[in-house]
Nanobody, 127 residues
Framework: QVQLVESGGGLVQAGASLRLSCAAS????????MAWFRQAPGKEREFVAA???????????QYASSVNGRFTMSRRNAESTVYLEMNSVIADDTGVYYC?????????????????WGQGTQVAVSS
């Protein structure tokens, strides 16, 4: 049974930093494309960042334009964990952050391409 468990969310002030983690189990982690999405109240779930496998342990990292330069996604295959380092957060970064996993994801920014989702972790940024 595949499980994705996010952690690290919380309430922070604008300009602060936060690191989210997603621990995966029940899958061959290194073979999976991983992504972060977020959902603000009353809005649709939106793409944040993704690491898609090119070959072996080489991955391509992509970011939404709204977070590019502020957020950094990374992964540790040995620990089956992905991270999202969030710097210079702003009020618009508020939402529930979800971790997702899929294989050979064709369009990393689309939710439909992912097979598994975590329960989410709440991030609230006060201005």
């Amino acid at each position: 049974q595949v499980q994705l468990v996010e952690s690290g969310g919380g309430l922070v002030q604008a300009g602060a930093s936060l690191r989210l983690s997603c621990a995966a189990s029940g899958l061959t982690f290194s073979k999976y494309d991983m992504a972060w999405f977020r959902q603000a109240p009353g809005k649709e779930r939106e793409f944040v960042a993704a690491m898609t496998r090119i070959n072996s342990n080489i991955y391509r990292t992509q970011y939404a334009s709204s977070v590019n330069g502020r957020f950094t996604m990374s992964r540790r295959n040995a620990e089956s964990t992905v991270y999202l380092e969030m710097n210079s957060v702003i009020a618009d970064d508020t939402g529930v952050y979800y971790c997702s996993a899929g294989q050979e994801v064709g369009a990393p920014h689309l939710t439909v391409d992912y097979d598994y989702w975590g329960q989410g972790t709440q991030v609230a940024v006060s201005s």
